[in-house]
């Protein structure tokens, strides 16, 4: 099963307003989702995820995430580091 497109956070919320607008216009959500371009499970889990969200705010959590995960990788190199030298240490003594 080939997969769709890949929608920024930004993008994911506009396209939520976009729904919100529809939905005020009467439209079920099937409607909204064929309008939309996108599975009803998708629909769901974005709003599940970025429901009620800003755009600047969703920037700010993708800028988050991404140094969240340099700072894991810098977690865990160091613990590599703290481990090897250990290790080098026990044959010293």
């Given at each position: 099963m080939s997969r769709g497109k890949r929608y920024s956070p930004e993008?994911?919320?506009i396209k939520l307003r976009e729904?919100?607008?529809?939905?005020?216009?009467g439209l079920n959500q099937g409607e909204i989702c064929r309008q939309l371009g996108v599975s009803a499970d998708t629909y769901i889990r974005w709003r599940k995820e970025y429901g009620g969200m800003r755009v600047d705010q969703a920037k700010k959590l993708k800028d988050l995430e991404?140094?969240?995960q340099q700072l894991?990788?810098?977690v865990a190199?160091?613990?590599?580091d703290n481990s090897m030298l250990k290790e080098v240490n026990k044959g010293n003594f």
């Open positions: 993008e994911v919320i729904a919100e607008a529809l939905q005020v216009q991404k140094e969240n894991k990788k810098l190199d160091l613990s590599l």
